[in-house]
């Protein structure tokens, strides 16, 4: 699991556990390219995801700006798409 913000951004520059941990700054991807994204940027990351192939949402690829009101957002369009979309009966 990848902080699209890293962990070590906790109480620095508005940076809360709570949005550092929220579903809405964490993906999903392998050791190898955890460990080569480390604490970059966001826009860095978001780069090196593109180039690696990884299928990434439209609200990452959108986003030029990573911040907590921004991962709140994002788990919130999650939450919309899991509950209208995904898990639609």
Not at 11 to 36: P, T
Not at 60 to 86: C, G, K, Q, R, S
Request: net charge negative.
């Amino acid at each position: 699991i990848e902080h699209l913000c890293p962990q070590e951004k906790i109480e620095r520059d508005g940076w809360k556990e709570s949005s550092i941990g929220c579903l809405g700054n964490l993906i999903f991807v392998d050791q190898k390219l955890n460990g080569e994204l480390g604490t970059k940027d966001f826009s860095q990351k978001k780069n090196i995801l593109i180039d690696q192939g990884y299928s990434i949402d439209k609200f990452i690829l959108e986003t030029e700006v990573w911040t907590p009101e921004t991962v709140f957002n994002h788990a919130d369009n999650m939450a919309e798409v899991a509950y209208l979309e995904i898990w639609k009966i």
